[in-house]
């Protein structure tokens, strides 16, 4: 069992050695970078320009750079920012740390609803109930991320309820802590709202099918026959049934967490990796778009990794049976 | 209600939906960059049947837009009514290929216009450059898709069928790739382009980053159909028989993964449409003049625009019941392939 | 052309044999000790006679399929040869294999998967016709189809029917039907009327021994089921773990030997009731 987590992580740590590479790869074949901006600004001689570059060391050879690099990556360095003027490390990790704040709080919500509202439907199925629960899915699922976002702008600025932006509205140095706790929820209610909102449809869908698969599973027959009361069914026997396939769905949501984000948080101005990203491709500030690209490419495979061990040990027959 | 007759209806609103996009001169009154200085966000135009005299007319008909006397408001000039006309000669637009037409499906005379979509912040029609933009986005899906489709099913194919070291590499060129988040990747890929590029080169580049992003589960599920096909004792029949690995592939192989195929383009279709408008809505996709949904809807970015001018929203109604058309098309797909075993 | 294309056989000349023939199957592995190699068939030599029906009965894992699949070369045999009108089939060119592939006929038991459940049974007939008769028109292959499917005792108008849509027994009449059109030579049927209930059983038993001496095909009649064997074939070989371990003709090898190799065979079988009663006590 050990050796397979091993070779999982192993697998794991290949690719993203793999991605590395290829977004190092793609990003230096950029025909232009932030040095030709500044090289069509007239106020900088060319030679401060040429200067500049051996200075970031960007007139060594490819794989030198990659390896450099690959290198400070290592050690939790991401390079320099050209545009900010700071390294990146420290624009990311507190941008990261935002994010997975609100793409974590947005799951919980999502899969919380999902959860209850699938078992709901899969209970009436037929019904009322599930034929427009269907249809609100379908609705949802079918307006863009975009859209939500904007609609919730809308209803924060008509109602003033909510702010329209960021992440705290006042000085953090002479508040207490209730008040900038609520300043934060204030501000996150939004994105949470918008994101749990675009994965619900997926969410509820797949909890639906799973328990209705399970509640037409004999051995769910047999303990109704021997009277053991609906909801004990439900959730001592027919959710643990159901949750294997639910499982991957787990694994994938919290693979999706670093990306999850990225539109939301731009259109809500929530301070995370997304509006960070968005800047740096607007600059052509390389290191930036790569360290975040690295990132969420982590949390991706960090999310599958998860996925797969929690299946290994969620279902017996797996372990059995061998890689 | 049937089967047969679902699959009508379905059909008929597919092609309800796209013909506007596609004949976007013919439906749209006004060319897309038309502007009026002296109308910007001026709402949808009113549909009257009823004058102020109380007289009902059969041909519905509108009144002009002017600045109210507080220059704050539109209010509609009531002194001319302008009747709506079917069929009307207006601007030339380029209908297919090179042969041009003047015929647009409705107008009014001119110097008023109908705006049933309202007005930009230039005066524009947002109905002619929503059904103009909707052809940008839509052909950058189907394109985007077409490539993915394309790229991953041919890749699936060569690896299940051609097996060994091969099927190797492409399934570890699969899970790398299934590895990156795409809308990063997108934007990693556009983040290497000079920041304004010809519309025409944002385009295809869309469609190669799209198709270079989306190929790898295609690739995935035409493999798993390829090599369960090869193991089929018809196969082996086939082959016993003297078929030559060709005549094996085109009759008995490939006929299995067309179904996949179309079920995963009813989904691929709607998610790279909104790749597109994502991008063009943050400024990395098609920009001005030419407009995309994205684009369209980036000016709601405006606080202005957000709260006052509600028929800028209307794009994005638009492809909200597109993909409801989408996602009714994949599921009844689905439904369908599912129930004919095979 | 190396094959000789004459029909006229010297009796006493075998229109296929199987020569010492021997299969290995190893599994592969990356890591770990490797497996040791599972022999299917092993040093297996046969022979079959134009107009003749040759028997190959055993338990089943005794390798007969998988000799059943080397002889069109569907496995190439780890040692042996197949010859076929003298010829070694190893050494054909691809053409030349193609072409002679038609002439040996594989036809499975599974009737349902050896027929691609999305043609038409038009189609599926019409194939062999398109892989080895490029250029004809659509009329003689229509033609064509219509006498095959005559001679197995198919309605011509099923022919837009699907193989789902048909019974057990009809779709190994196609699959019968589609060896007519191949113009085969050898037919080996593994298990063909194992699935099939009694009457179908003995239909298609009838029709294989009609179009046999009417064609004067050589049949390879793989099955368990002894009393099939008994009544149909002229010669039966036992098989058992990959090798043959007895020959003869059926009252040889079905009644006598009570206590050869083959007798877990007779004592196990359930159709021993059926075996003929004058057989059984055969004074040999």
């Given amino acids: ?323 | 209600m049937s089967n047969s007759r679902r699959t009508t209806l379905l059909i008929s609103l597919l092609v309800a939906l796209h013909l506007p996009v596609i004949l976007a001169g013919f439906f749209a009154p006004y060319d897309y960059a038309l502007q009026d200085r002296d109308l910007p966000f001026a709402p949808p135009s009113r549909l009257h049947f009823v004058d102020q005299t109380g007289a009902f007319h059969l041909r519905p008909f509108v009144y002009a837009w002017k600045q109210s006397p507080l220059g704050d408001a539109y209010e509609e000039d009531q002194t001319r009514m302008f009747n709506l006309r079917l069929f009307v000669t207006g601007a030339p637009y380029a209908a297919v290929g090179v042969w041009t037409s003047r015929l647009h499906l409705f107008g009014v005379e001119a110097p008023a216009r109908v705006f049933v979509f309202g007005t930009d912040g230039f005066g524009r029609d947002e109905f002619s450059r929503a059904l103009y933009g909707g052809r940008i986005s839509l052909l950058a899906g189907f394109l985007g898709a077409a490539v993915a489709l394309l790229a991953g099913g041919a890749l699936g194919i060569v690896a299940g069928y051609y097996g060994k070291w091969l099927d190797t590499v492409v399934m570890r060129l699969v899970e790398l790739f299934l590895a990156l988040p795409w809308l990063y990747l997108l934007f990693a890929v556009r983040a290497v382009l000079p920041l304004r590029i010809k519309t025409t080169d944002a385009f295809l580049l869309f469609i190669g980053v799209v198709g270079l992003v989306g190929w790898a589960r295609p690739a995935r599920l035409v493999r798993g159909l390829v090599l369960s096909a090869k193991e089929r004792n018809f196969v082996l029949a086939a082959r016993a028989m003297g078929a030559s690995e060709l005549h094996i592939l085109r009759w008995h192989v490939l006929p299995q993964t067309y179904r996949t195929i179309l079920t995963m383009a009813a989904l691929l279709v709607p998610q790279f449409i909104l790749a597109e408008v994502t991008l063009s809505f943050l400024g990395l996709g098609v920009g001005e003049p030419i407009p995309s949904w994205g684009n369209l809807l980036t000016e709601l970015q405006k606080y202005n625009v957000l709260v006052s001018y509600w028929w800028m929203y209307l794009p994005a109604v638009m492809l909200v019941v597109l993909f409801l058309a989408y996602y009714w098309a994949s599921e009844t797909l689905e439904e369908r392939f599912a129930t004919v075993s095979s | 052309m190396v094959v000789d294309q004459n029909n006229q056989q010297n009796a006493t000349q075998p229109l296929l044999a199987v020569r010492n023939v021997t299969l290995h199957y190893a599994p592969r592995r990356f890591f770990g000790a490797a497996r040791p190699t599972i022999s299917a068939v092993q040093d297996v030599s046969l022979e079959l006679f134009a107009g003749k029906t040759l028997a190959l009965v055993g338990p089943s894992g005794s390798g007969k399929s998988s000799l059943a699949r080397c002889i069109p070369l569907l496995e190439q045999p780890s040692a042996g040869q197949i010859l076929y009108r003298g010829v070694n089939l190893s050494t054909l060119d691809r053409k030349t294999l193609k072409t002679v592939r038609r002439e040996i006929h594989l036809i499975f038991q599974d009737s349902a998967s050896a027929l691609n459940p999305r043609l038409t049974l038009e189609e599926i007939l019409a194939e062999p016709l398109v892989i080895h008769e490029a250029g004809r028109t659509a009329g003689t292959i229509r033609k064509r189809i219509c006498e095959a499917m005559e001679q197995v005792e198919l309605p011509e108008k099923w022919k837009s029917r699907r193989p789902l849509e048909l019974s057990g027994g009809q779709r190994q009449r196609v699959a019968i039907a589609r060896s007519l059109l191949l113009r085969a030579r050898v037919l080996i049927l593994d298990e063909v009327l194992s699935a099939l209930d009694l009457s179908a059983q003995g239909q298609i038993a009838n029709l294989l021994l009609a179009l046999q001496t009417h064609h004067q095909l050589a049949f390879l009649f793989i099955t368990h089921d002894l009393s099939m064997a008994s009544l149909l074939a002229d010669e039966v070989a036992v098989m058992r773990a990959g090798r043959i371990v007895q020959r003869g003709s059926p009252a040889e090898v079905f009644t006598v030997n009570l206590q050869s190799t083959s007798s877990p065979l007779l004592r196990n079988s359930p159709s021993r009731e059926t075996v003929p009663a004058t057989l059984i006590s055969a004074d040999k």
């Avoid at chain 1, 941008?95 to 009436?124: D, E, K, P, S, Y």
């Avoid at chain 1, 939500?148 to 109602?159: D, E, H, M, N, Q």
């Avoid at chain 1, 949390?299 to 299946?311: E, I, K, P, Q, S």
Wanted: contains cysteine; positive net charge.
């Fill in chain 1, 1 to 323: 069992m050990i050796s397979k987590v091993a070779l999982r992580v192993f697998h794991s740590l290949l690719l993203l050695l793999g991605v590395s590479v290829f977004a190092f790869a793609l990003l230096s074949f950029a025909p232009g970078n932030f040095f030709d901006e500044l090289k069509m600004n007239p106020q900088i001689s060319p030679e401060t320009v040429a200067s500049l570059k051996v200075q970031y060391g960007l007139d060594q050879p490819l794989p030198v750079r990659y390896v450099r690099w690959a290198a400070s990556v290592a050690h939790g360095e991401f390079g320099y920012s050209m545009s900010y003027r700071r390294p990146v490390a420290s624009l990311l990790w507190w941008r990261a740390r935002n994010t997975l704040l609100l793409a974590t709080l947005a799951m919980l919500l999502a899969w919380t609803i999902a959860l209850c509202w699938g078992v709901l439907q899969a209970l009436h199925r037929g019904g009322w109930i599930d034929h427009s629960s269907r249809a609100l899915t379908a609705v949802l699922l079918a307006m863009p991320e975009l859209l939500i976002g904007l609609l919730l702008l809308l209803l924060a600025v008509r109602t003033g309820w909510f702010p329209t932006g960021g992440m705290t509205s006042i000085n953090p140095m002479n508040t207490g802590f209730s008040t900038k706790l609520w300043d934060i929820t204030i501000h996150l209610f939004l994105p949470v709202v918008a994101l749990a909102l675009g994965a619900i449809p997926v969410l509820v869908r797949h909890v639906r099918s799973a328990m209705i698969a399970v509640l037409e599973s004999p051995f769910i027959e047999a303990a109704r026959g021997h009277g053991i009361p609906r909801w004990r069914l439900i959730w001592r026997h027919a959710l643990p049934a159901a949750s294997n396939s639910l499982i991957s769905l787990l694994g994938f949501s919290i693979g999706a967490l670093g990306s999850l984000s990225l539109l939301t948080e731009i259109v809500l101005s929530w301070p995370g990796l997304g509006p960070l990203v968005l800047e740096g491709v607007l600059a052509r500030d390389i290191h930036v778009v790569m360290a975040t690209v690295m990132l969420s490419s982590l949390f991706l495979l960090v999310g599958n990794l998860f996925a797969d061990l929690l299946l290994y040990w969620a279902d017996p027959r797996i372990r059995a049976v061998g890689p």
